[in-house]
Each structure stands twice: as C-alpha cells, then as structure tokens.
Nanobody, 124 residues
C-alpha cells in the first residue's frame, strides 16, 4: 500500500510561481512512476508531469512544457512540482499519484494510488 500526501497549493497571480510537494510512504519500488495530475470540476483529469522513481526520467503534458518541472528526492520519498509562469487555466485541484510500471517512459494515465489533492488558484 502506498500513501501520498500533497502540500504547497495556494492562490497566486498570473505569472507567479508555486511549488507543490508530495510525500510518499509505504512500499515504493524503484520501478514505480510518480506524478502530478490536475482536475477542474466538470472536466476530465489531466496528467501534468510524471517521473520514474529510479532514474528520474520525466514526461510532461504539452500544456505545461517549459513552465513546470517535476523532480524527486529519493532519500525523502518526496516529489515536487515547480510551477512557473502560472496562468489562470492552471487553476485546479492537483493530485499526486503513483503506479508500478515496468520499462520506458512513465505514462500520463492509469495510476492507482492517489493523494487527496491540493488546490491551486491562479488569478488574472
């Protein structure tokens, strides 16, 4: 069983920055993928950025490339999402997620462990 707890959300003006954190506990295998997903009421959940527990390879949604950066601290079992140049369209509930995945780039869907989320609100 994997437990995920997010922190770092808040309100910011357009153009600003926020850094989200996700502390993972439980059995995190080296083959796991961890990532950030966001959801707005009435819209489908969107995969934002993912990272492999071992090796640190990353993958991003096109909508955030060049603005967001995902990273990990393996010693702390924590992943981060640095969000820069925020836009009102980035406002959402951001969830941390994890899944086992064998080889290759981590996918941006079908994760089975989820945190409760942290709200990000960007005002214009």
């Amino acid at each position: 069983e994997v437990q995920l707890v997010e922190s770092g959300g808040g309100s910011v003006q357009a153009g600003g920055s926020l850094r989200l954190s996700c502390a993972a506990s439980g059995y995190i295998r080296s083959s796991y993928c961890l990532g950030w997903f966001r959801q707005v009421p009435g819209k489908e959940r969107e995969g934002v950025a993912v990272i492999r527990s071992r090796g640190g390879s990353t993958r991003y949604a096109d909508s955030v490339k060049g603005r967001f950066a995902i990273s990990r601290d393996s010693a702390k079992n924590t992943i981060y999402l640095q969000m820069n140049s925020l836009e009102p369209e980035d406002s959402a509930m951001y969830h941390c997620a994890a899944r086992a995945y064998g080889y290759g780039l981590c996918p941006l869907n079908e994760y089975n462990y989820w945190g409760r989320g942290t709200q990000v609100t960007v005002s214009s």
